[in-house]
């Protein structure tokens, strides 16, 4: 059942004890402050899917660390609906220049003749603030915890800070001090939880868990519940499958924590095989699924495309007595319309209606982007009438389902229209473009979105170089795409080796380079812009002028 176990035991890293962080006072400096910034993360990495367990153990290790700076921890921290006010530029100036001196309390004291009043809602947004400079962020922890200014809301959203730059220790013994002052630290620790997992550490996520005890926090479980959806959320998947068996007797298997792992399978890496073999387990443990481990199974064999699974497992589910939820109609919308059976998609969705359901902008999008793959945009344009009469409005999904689809000139329109709906275009948005357009070889399209970027208050960064660059030099177009690079490094970006490396090859002729851009030039013109283009176009602007 877990095969690579030992192999992925050799490759972790043995755990260093980190107790005596939590009763040593003297373990871990917390009252200094060195000037020193340390630079927001960089991150540019995606995920994808992979079909052996080893490979998929060894890729998440590089792509999980750097995807988990920039995040939202108040739903780690109990704090779902709070809002955090920006303070004022003067005050954020104070902070940095008080950072700059030699010593934290050096810097305290700036502030404090300052003339700046703490108080709690100030600390705690400045801390929010200062989230991707965690020296800067702790400065303002300690002025306000001198000014008995900090809650425990603000200790855990510390906490949660220096976890994400993997400042752990520092982190430990505002633990140890909220247990000292017989504060409530159970959220701390799962905060550390999950920031261990983040850290591509899941050996110290399930020792933070295991020592819960020693604070007279039982581990329960809604903690081990929150362990395994950690140790799945960034990578871990294996891991927490093989917890969840080692610690059966103290927590019993049963369909919820299978649920745990399916998920991550299903739709975190959309592993059919995995989880069909999760699946099985089920049953040898005499688990029956519920209707969230239906509901799993029919997204997976949806995203993939498998329309008859998807249905057997909808028709089974019914039969032993779960209802459907929303989310299973929007997967077999999807896997319906994917597969060119878009009458058929159309008739589910009025079952939706039927069954007391209301559908929401999910389930349109679950039809519209399998449509604009196809390129099927009249009926996308549909769908968004329909959709818009629901008053439903359009989501970022929407949009970037029509630009997967769009020729340049529909693309500006979406653009446009994402503008105008407040939704956009972000650096993503401009990322699918460049992307496609490549993919097509259409590099004059592409460069041609290069220059509109700006327009819409978007500035390049390494991300979209790196696309260019790339792109340019698969087209041919190395002059070109040297220009852009020598353009990236001016503008501070470091070298890419990678780059490099296509870059080196030959440049190609005037003459050539002359007949590329002819082939380009004759590529602009899409099946979709030929045929009544105009008219499609201004049909998509008559839609989305209604939202």
């Known amino acids: 059942m877990l095969l690579p176990a030992i192999a992925r035991r050799l490759k972790r890293p043995q755990p260093t004890s980190f107790l005596p962080l939590l009763f040593n006072s003297t373990a871990a400096p917390t009252s200094s402050l060195s000037p020193l910034r340390t630079r927001p993360f960089l991150s540019f990495a995606s995920a994808s899917f992979h079909q052996t367990v080893v490979l998929q153990y060894q890729v998440t290790l590089r792509f999980n660390f750097s995807t988990q700076t920039i995040t939202d921890p108040f739903e780690l921290i109990g704090d779902k609906n709070h809002a955090v006010s920006s303070p004022e530029p003067a005050v954020l100036d104070s902070f940095k220049r008080a950072a700059d001196l030699p010593t934290g309390e050096e810097g305290i004291a700036f502030l404090d003749e300052s003339g700046i009043g703490a108080d709690h809602n100030l600390v705690h947004s400045l801390i929010w603030e200062l989230k991707e400079e965690w020296r800067l962020a702790f400065l303002a922890f300690k002025w306000g915890e001198k000014w008995r200014c900090v809650e425990l809301k603000t200790y855990e959203l510390m906490i949660w800070v220096l976890g994400n730059n993997r400042k752990f220790g520092i982190g430990w013994t505002l633990i140890r001090d909220l247990h000292r002052s017989s504060m409530n630290i ?53 891991e927490a499958e093989e917890f969840m068996f080692l610690n059966k007797k103290l927590f019993p298997l049963d369909a919820d924590g299978f649920n745990i792992i399916l998920n991550a399978w299903c739709n975190l890496y959309v592993d059919v095989l995995e989880a069909k073999r999760i699946w099985r387990e089920m049953s040898k443990c005499c688990i029956l699924p519920n209707g969230t481990s239906y509901a799993h199974m029919i997204s997976c064999f949806s995203k993939v495309g498998n329309l008859f699974d998807s249905v057997r497992l909808y028709e089974e589910m019914k039969k032993r007595g779960w209802v459907p939820g929303l989310e299973v109609y929007n997967s077999l919308v999807y896997v319906l319309t994917r597969q060119n059976c878009f009458k058929e998609a159309l008739k589910i969705l009025d079952k939706v209606k039927e069954t007391g359901l209301l559908p929401n902008s999910t389930t349109y999008n679950s039809i519209i982007r399998p449509l604009c793959e196809l390129k099927k945009l009249e009926e996308a344009r549909n769908i968004l009438a329909r959709m818009v009469a629901e008053n439903l409005s359009p989501t970022m999904e929407t949009y970037h389902a029509f630009l997967e689809g769009a020729d340049t000139k529909l693309t500006m329109e979406v653009l446009n229209q994402m503008k105008i709906a407040g939704l956009g275009p972000t650096d993503d948005s401009f990322i699918l473009v460049l992307t496609k357009f490549f993919k097509l070889e259409l590099a004059e399209n592409a460069l041609k979105i290069w220059m509109e970027m700006k327009q819409y208050g978007v500035a390049p960064d390494l991300k979209h170089y790196i696309v260019l660059v790339e792109g340019l030099a698969k087209c041919g177009l190395l002059s070109k795409a040297r220009e852009y690079y020598s353009e990236m490094i001016s503008n501070g970006f470091s070298d890419d080796p990678k780059l490099q490396k296509m870059l080196k090859k030959p440049v190609q002729g005037k003459q050539a380079q002359q007949k590329q851009w002819g082939k380009q030039a004759k590529r602009c013109q899409s099946p979709i812009h030929k045929k009544g283009g105009k008219h499609r176009s201004s049909t998509l602007d008559r839609t989305n002028r209604k939202v």
């Open 186 to 238: 159970r959220q701390a620790m799962l905060i550390m939880i999950d920031r261990y997992a983040a850290a591509n550490d899941a050996g110290k996520a399930i020792q933070s868990f295991n020592i819960m005890e020693m604070f007279r926090l039982g581990p329960d479980e809604e903690a081990f519940r929150f362990l395994l959806r950690a140790l799945c959320k960034h990578g871990f998947i294996e």
